[in-house]
């Protein structure tokens, strides 16, 4: 039979989900044994197996609710109806507001991915590339006709790239709060967009843009 479980087996599994995130960010994956991050957790090694298989299915289970969790919230601004600047402004906020509390994860994605089953890797990049396409739509629709097709992925990815790596280094206690930089990243993005002559697609155009700048 199996071993039923605890009223608060949610609860905890989430707990130990933060907490192993947290040690691989410390530790790195090649060295986060489970007995390793059972301490981490504060439980015992065989608590820790009561959760989960072992530290890929950690790993795994820990990464894809983060980027789910990021795709949900683009997905809940892009349904509140704002017109274009203003979503992506609110999309900006909302990213800023959940990297505040991430620093952990980044670094589990940044260096740790490669470890997990290649379905994984491609289920996470997935979800990630959900997000990007999602800010790439919004920045077209608040700066029409300012982006280059060829300049699509390349523009989307500074923006976030902008504000991605914020967790090494924008303090919470520091004189601009995370509310605020995000404000100043869209608003640097969309009025620097702003001033970039309309691409028509067509070649010729293209061509004489380039020629008089």
């Not at 994984?120 to 608040?142: C, F, G, K, N, P």
């Not at 029409?144 to 967790?167: D, H, K, Q, W, Y």
């Not at 967009?193 to 155009?205: A, C, I, M, W």
Request: glycine share 6%.
């Amino acid at each position: 039979m199996a071993r039923p479980r605890a009223a608060d087996y949610t609860i905890q599994r989430d707990r130990i989900l933060a907490l192993a995130v947290e040690a691989f960010a410390r530790t790195g994956y090649p060295g986060a044994s489970m007995a390793m991050l059972a301490q981490a957790c504060g439980t015992s090694k065989a608590a820790l197996y009561h959760y989960f298989p072992g530290k890929q299915a950690l790993l795994f289970e820990a990464l894809d609710r983060y980027t789910r969790r990021l795709r949900d919230l683009i997905e809940s601004v892009r349904s509140q109806g704002l017109a274009p600047r203003e979503t992506l402004t609110a999309a900006v906020r909302a990213l800023m507001a959940e990297y505040r509390h991430s620093h952990a994860y980044h670094a589990a994605l940044l260096n740790d991915m490669r470890f997990l089953a290649p379905a994984q890797q491609v289920q996470i990049r997935a979800q990630e590339s959900e997000v990007v396409e999602a800010i790439a739509v919004m920045l077209d629709r608040a700066a029409p006709g300012r982006i280059a097709a060829g300049e699509r992925s390349v523009v989307t990815m500074a923006l976030l790239g902008m504000i991605n790596f914020t967790f090494a280094w924008l303090r919470p206690d520091g004189p601009v709060s995370h509310a605020r930089f995000a404000d100043l990243a869209a608003g640097l993005w969309l009025d620097g967009l702003s001033g970039q002559p309309v691409h028509t697609g067509d070649p010729r155009h293209e061509q004489a843009v380039r020629l008089q700048g």
